[in-house]
């Protein structure tokens, strides 16, 4: 009997293996929609802005979602330059791509371009700048629900009043997403006073950012808390702390998260204690999905956003996290998005 009860266990086990296999072979191996068959999508990632943690890991995803589809991807990088951006576009239409995706870059310098695009048939998606065009889907994390669970946090550990250094540089849609949920944060609690303000993305950004921080420093020493929004303008902000000697006087809140970053505010007295990220390389897989599912023929809501996660020092310290696999084991919320993820999408493989 004890037998016949452990063979049935072992009949019932083996179906569940063989139905998870099945489960994720079938995934793995669901057919395309016949016009992603055959010959390779050719497909453009054509980037404004290319330096730092966030934007690596961001293409990491977009080359592993790409490869899954079997799309032939090429990547053009106008570091920072917005004419360069306009002709890497021009590069990518004329070298007969099916598809771009258009990363951070500015409206005036991106629409037109895009529209041209869009006119030669090309399907067009648009990570973190505005192409003001119906035709293209705008990806982008919830840029305000971010900003909102780092005040919040900032308020939780240092009260209603705050002098606070402000890390910011109009014209980037995501950071002026956060800016107004920070300007609404300053309306609705007085004791939030904004004492200064700087930042630049001159590349290496968290140099340049540690430079303007060292000298605002100087000049406000009564600013408690930095808001800086960006990780890169974190690492300059963490900086210019240490390097003055007053990382145990001030907190630094951020966005986007990364090893390194986790690593930073890990570090016996950081002065980061806290960031809202989303996986940009969960982004950067959606940014492709979200172009298959354009070049499959199939529709795409105007807008698609990631969301993001609260991730504390104090919660990293406790929980031992000490890089993105980490967190995507013990935050599990991180690890995937499902958005844009139609039956058929193959999942990427993600070298970890
Ligand atoms: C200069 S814009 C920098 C931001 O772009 C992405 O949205 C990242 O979250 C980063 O903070």
Known sequence: MMRFKHALNLKGLLQGALLGALAYTGAAQAELPAALQGTAKKVALVRYISQGDFFEAYLAGVKAQAAALGFELQVLDARQDAARHRDMIDQAINSGVDGIILQHGFTDSVKDKAEEAVKAGIKVVAFDVDAQNEAIPQIEQSDFELARLTLSQAMKDNGESMNVGYVYVPGFPPLERRDEIFSQFKTMHSGIKEVARFGTVNNPIANSVADQAAAVLRAHPDINVIFAPFDEFAKGAKIALEEAGIADAIKIYSADVSTADIQAMREPGSPWVATAATNPTVVGEVSVRALAML???????????????????????????????????????????DVAMPAWMPAPKLAN
């Open 295 to 337: 070049l499959a023929g199939e529709s795409v809501e105007h807008k698609l956003v990631v969301p993001p996660t609260l991730i504390t020092q104090q919660e990293l310290n406790d929980k031992d996290i000490n890089n993105m696999q980490d967190l995507q084991s013990k935050l599990p919320s991180f690890a995937h998005a």
